[in-house]
C-alpha cells in the first residue's frame, strides 16, 4: 500500500500521497492541498519543500554524498573530464568513444563568438564586473540564434547546448581581457576546453604561450565539482525562468545572475576578500572567529556553512587537496592558505560551529587556487558559472520534457493594507 499523510484541519482529516525518492528521501505531495482544504503551505527559503522530482543529481547532506547521475564525484573528479561529465549530466549516460568524439567535436567548433558580439564589449565600462557582462552577453546570444529558440524542438535546443557550453569560456576570457586592455584572442580548437580557456586568459599575441598540465587539470577538477548541485539558488531560478518556456540562452543568462551573490556563487570572491581583509588586520583568526559567532555582528565567516551539507561538503575535501598541490607546483607561498587553515582548524574545534554544523564549503577553497592561478577575484564566480553550466542545461532540459510541467509561480501570504479608496494628491 502506498504511504500517506494525514492533515487535520477544523476537524476534517485529508489524506494526501508521500512520494519516496530512489535512497528513500519521503515527501508529501501536496499539489491538490489548496484545492482540497483552501490552504496553502508557508516555507521560507524552501526549507522543506521539494520543487520537483529529479534525475540527475543526488546529494545527500547529513552524510556528505554528492552523485551525478549516479557516479559519486570523487570518482568523476579523479577520472573524468569537464566535457565527458557535461555529456553525462546533460544526456544521463558515460558516453562511449564515438559519442564523446562527436560532442567534442560539437562543443569545440562552436567556440568562435559573432565578431558582432566583441563590440558589445567596448560599450561596457572597464571596470565591469565580468557576471554582469557574461549574464548579458550569454542573454544577447538569443539575438543572434534566433532559430534555436524553440524549447520544444530537440535540435533547436541541441545546438542551443552546443554553442553555450563552447561560446562560454570565450565569452568569460573577453570580460577578462577587455578590463585589463588586451586584444580579444580567437579560441584555439586544437586544445582541450580547459587549456584553451587557460590560453585565452593569460596568452598575449607577443610571446610564445604554453598552459601547464597540472593548472589545466587543477581547472577541470573544479569544473566538473562544481557542475551540478541539485536544486540551488541558480538552477531554481533556471527552472524557473525556464518554467515560462523562455529560450535556454535567457535562461542560462537568468541563472549567472543568480549566481552572482555572495551567498551562492560569489563566496569564492567573498572568502578571498575576507582572508585579505583578516591578513591586512594582522592575521588575528581569533578576532574574526569571535565576530562570526557574535549575534550582534553581521560578519560571517565566508565558504563556511551550507543548506543541505550539515557534516562536510564533498567537494572541498577534494579542493582542499587541489590548493596543495597547485601551490605545490606553482612553487607559490601563500600567506592566505596559511590563514584558511588555520580559520578551519580553529572553527572546526569551536562550539557555536559545531553546534549550528557549519562546515568549509566548496568555496573555502576553490578562490585560493583560482588566486594561484592568477585570476583576478572576480572572474572567481565566472568559473563557477562555467563549472555549474552543464548542470543547468541538464535541469532546464529535464524540466521541459517533465510530465508534471507547468509553469512555476508560487503564492502568497498577503500582509498589507485592507482594501481603501485612492485619496487625490492635494488630500494626501
Ligand atoms: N558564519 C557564521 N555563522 C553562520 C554562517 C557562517 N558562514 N553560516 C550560517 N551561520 C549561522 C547563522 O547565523 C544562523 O545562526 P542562528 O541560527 O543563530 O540564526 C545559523 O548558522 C543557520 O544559518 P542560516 O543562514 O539560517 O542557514 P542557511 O541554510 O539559510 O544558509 C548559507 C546557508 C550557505 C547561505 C550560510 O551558511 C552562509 O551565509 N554561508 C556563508 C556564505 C557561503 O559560504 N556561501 C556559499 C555556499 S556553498 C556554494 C553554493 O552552493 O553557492
Request: glycine share 6%; with cysteine; charged share 20%.
Amino acid at each position: 500500500m502506498a504511504d500517506t499523510a494525514k492533515i487535520t484541519y477544523q476537524g476534517k482529516t485529508y489524506e494526501f500521497p508521500v512520494v519516496e525518492g530512489t535512497f528513500g528521501e519521503k515527501a508529501i505531495d501536496i499539489g491538490n492541498l489548496r484545492k482540497k482544504t483552501g490552504l496553502i503551505t508557508f516555507d521560507p527559503g524552501f526549507m522543506s519543500t521539494g520543487s520537483c522530482k529529479s534525475s540527475i543529481t543526488f546529494l545527500d547532506g547529513e552524510n556528505g554524498i554528492l552523485l551525478y547521475r549516479g557516479i559519486p564525484i570523487d570518482q568523476l573528479a579523479e577520472k573524468s573530464t569537464f566535457i565527458e561529465t557535461s555529456y553525462l549530466l546533460i544526456y544521463g549516460i558515460l558516453p562511449n568513444s564515438k559519442q564523446l568524439a562527436d560532442f567534442n567535436h560539437h562543443i569545440t567548433h562552436h567556440s568562435m563568438v559573432h565578431e558582432s558580439i566583441k563590440r558589445f564589449y567596448d560599450g561596457f565600462p572597464i571596470n565591469s564586473h565580468p557576471m554582469a557582462v557574461c549574464s548579458a552577453v550569454v542573454g544577447s546570444l538569443a539575438t543572434f540564434y534566433q532559430n534555436e529558440l524553440s524549447v520544444r524542438d530537440d535540435q533547436e535546443v541541441e545546438i542551443a547546448i552546443h554553442r553555450l557550453l563552447a561560446k562560454l569560456p570565450t565569452i568569460a576570457a573577453y570580460s577578462y581581457k577587455k578590463s585589463i586592455g588586451q586584444p580579444l584572442p580567437y579560441p584555439d580548437n586544437s586544445l582541450d576546453y580547459s587549456t584553451n580557456f587557460l590560453k585565452m586568459m593569460f596568452a598575449t599575441p607577443c610571446e610564445e604561450y604554453e598552459v601547464d598540465p597540472v593548472i589545466a587539470k587543477a581547472l577541470e577538477v573544479l569544473l566538473i565539482l562544481h557542475a551540478d548541485h541539485e536544486q540551488n539558488c541558480s538552477t531554481s531560478s533556471v527552472r524557473l525562468v525556464g518554467s515560462s518556456m523562455c529560450n535556454l540562452f535567457a535562461s542560462i543568462s537568468a541563472a549567472i545572475y543568480a549566481l552572482w551573490g555572495p551567498l551562492h556563487g560569489g563566496a569564492n570572491q567573498a572568502v578571498i576578500e575576507m582572508l585579505q581583509k583578516i591578513y591586512a588586520d594582522g592575521g588575528d583568526v581569533q578576532k574574526y572567529i569571535k565576530k562570526a559567532k557574535d549575534p550582534n555582528d553581521p560578519f560571517r565567516l565566508m565558504g563556511f556553512g551550507h543548506r543541505v551539507y550539515k557534516n562536510f561538503d564533498p567537494r572541498s575535501k577534494i579542493i582542499k587537496t587541489m590548493a596543495d598541490k597547485v601551490l605545490k607546483n606553482l612553487s607559490k607561498s601563500e600567506p592566505l592558505l596559511d590563514i584558511a587553515l588555520e580559520l578551519e582548524e580553529i572553527a572546526l574545534k569551536e562550539e557555536y560551529f559545531i553546534e549550528k554544523k557549519l562546515y568549509p564549503n566548496v568555496d573555502f577553497y576553490s578562490g585560493l587556487i583560482y588566486k594561484a592561478i592568477n585570476f583576478p577575484v572576480n572572474m572567481f564566480p565566472v568559473m563557477f558559472a562555467m563549472g555549474r553550466l552543464p548542470g543547468w542545461i541538464a535541469q532546464w532540459k529535464e524540466l521541459q520534457k517533465d510530465a508534471d510541467f507547468r509553469i512555476g509561480r508560487p503564492r502568497q501570504i498577503y500582509t498589507g493594507i485592507e482594501t481603501r479608496d485612492y485619496i487625490p494628491i492635494e488630500s494626501r
